[in-house]
């Protein structure tokens, strides 16, 4: 089994930061690829930002210079630190991970539950 776990969600000014954190644990051989998505009210679920186990990353154009994402291999967990957040940032953030259960095996992704972030004055 694995799971995913985010935290970090909440409500937060325009202008202001927050960070997500997302921790996977269950039976993993290896994580490939992790990354946000977000999905607000009669949207499409986009992505945010991805990074994979290489370090490399990509970004929507819309938060790129205000989002970062990093990871930490070691505890299998990603972050997503959001600055100059705007309203239209407002939405579910969902965790992703693109994961190997056993050697040999195809990755397969799987989804957190989702942590809402609320952009509002």
């Known amino acids: 089994q694995v799971q995913l776990v985010e935290s970090g969600g909440g409500l937060v000014q325009p202008g202001r930061s927050l960070r997500l954190s997302c921790a996977a644990s269950?039976?993993?051989?290896?994580?490939?690829?992790m990354g946000w998505y977000r999905q607000a009210p009669g949207k499409q679920r986009e992505l945010v930002a991805a990074?994979?186990?290489?370090?490399?990353?990509n970004y929507a154009e819309s938060v790129k210079g205000r989002f970062t994402i990093s990871r930490d291999n070691a505890k299998n967990t990603v972050y997503l630190q959001m600055n100059s957040l705007k309203p239209e940032d407002t939405a579910v953030y969902y965790c992703?991970?693109?994961?190997?259960?056993?050697?040999?095996?195809?990755?397969?992704?799987?989804w957190g539950q989702g942590t809402q972030v609320t952009v509002s004055s």
């Open positions: 992703n991970a693109e994961i190997q259960r056993r050697w040999g095996y195809p990755p397969v992704n799987y």
């Open positions: 269950g039976s993993i051989f290896s994580i490939t690829a």
């Open positions: 990074i994979t186990s290489g370090g490399s990353t």
